[in-house]
């Protein structure tokens, strides 16, 4: 599976700390996962990622560390170790569910979506709109779901961090691999927003997460779970290029097999001051944090930022 194994850097901490930390996992690990659930199905592929995530729990030091920063901020006591193997067993098996999303085999998975009203009215008017979206829960039932229910839904962001397990879903399902991708590419690049304005024109979805300082190291720091940390300025820049709607989307996960995908409105149409760039997008940062906070509390094993969000 892929998960953290670096520490990131003093210079990168609270900024684009997540970017340090490469992917673990080896090709022949995640090819034997693929085997275990196109083989044997979901059960025994569950439990072997327990295995899998007990390793992770006894040997990943940095995890350990960022799990329990988080989990005690957001249930404002001291956490157990159980807690902490919890949180990192719930990664575990939401990735492993990311395979069967994108193979299309979602017969194991009880689906609920709420506000899919505002998608059916998008697509009746024609629009296209920007999701943003979160490392909580699932992104991949999310697009499975969309999929199913014929919304066009594609993918910005950075993908080389975990670039083998994106191959191994792409290997999955062809369909759903680099034609809904879109990849940022190196900092100052802008053909990105030339490919999601393309998108949104043609009617279809762009969904990009809002938690994760990118490379530009573009953010502002607002208050989340009781501490300063930093968040991307990046969507709302790119929305108020594109001039569309945006919708927050979140898809929270429950044991043993229950999705709840969420989507609400987040702005009609962002307009920025160009003299004031940073005061007129702030607004909309806090106002996504203050959202994010309330999944992140709703469902606190499923946040899967596994370094440290806030950059002490």
Known sequence: MSATNAKPSKKDEGKAAWLSVGERGGVLGIR??????????????RAFIAFLAAWYFLFDGHARRS???????VHDR????????????????????RLFFAAGKTSPFRVEFHGE???????????????????????????????ERQFAIHILGNFHNAR?????????????????????????????????EQRIAEGELVA????????????LSVDFLGARAPFPTGPYLLAAALGCPVYLAFGLYSEPNRYDLYCEPFAE????????????????????????????????????????????
């Not at 505002?118 to 499975?144: K, N, P």
């Not at 702030?282 to 806030?310: C, G, I, T």
């Open 164 to 196: 083998l397990l994106n191959e191994a879903l792409a290997r999955m399902n062809p369909a759903q691999s680099d034609t809904h991708l879109i990849d940022i590419g190196a900092p100052g690049s802008i053909e990105f927003v030339f490919k999601a």
């Open 269 to 312: 149409k962002i307009s920025l001051d160009r003299r004031d760039r940073e005061g007129s997008v702030r607004p909309y940062v806090e106002k996504y944090s203050e959202r994010l906070e309330h999944y992140a509390r709703q469902a606190p094993f499923d946040w899967f930022n596994f370094y440290d969000f806030w950059g002490k």
């Open 32 to 45: 034997f996962v693929v085997f275990l659930c196109t083989a044997f199905g979901r059960p025994l592929a």
């Open 208 to 219: 990009t997460m809002g938690d994760r300082v990118g490379p530009d190291g573009k953010h």
């Open 117 to 147: 009203e505002f998608l059916e009215a998008l697509r009746t008017e024609h629009r296209g709109a920007l999701l943003i979206l979160a490392h909580v829960g699932s992104f991949e039932a999310a697009r499975a779901l969309a999929s």
């Open 67 to 73: 799990s329990r920063a988080f989990l005690e901020r």
């Open 78 to 97: 001291l956490v157990t170790r159980w807690m902490v193997y919890r949180h990192i067993l719930t990664f575990a098996r939401v990735t492993l569910d």
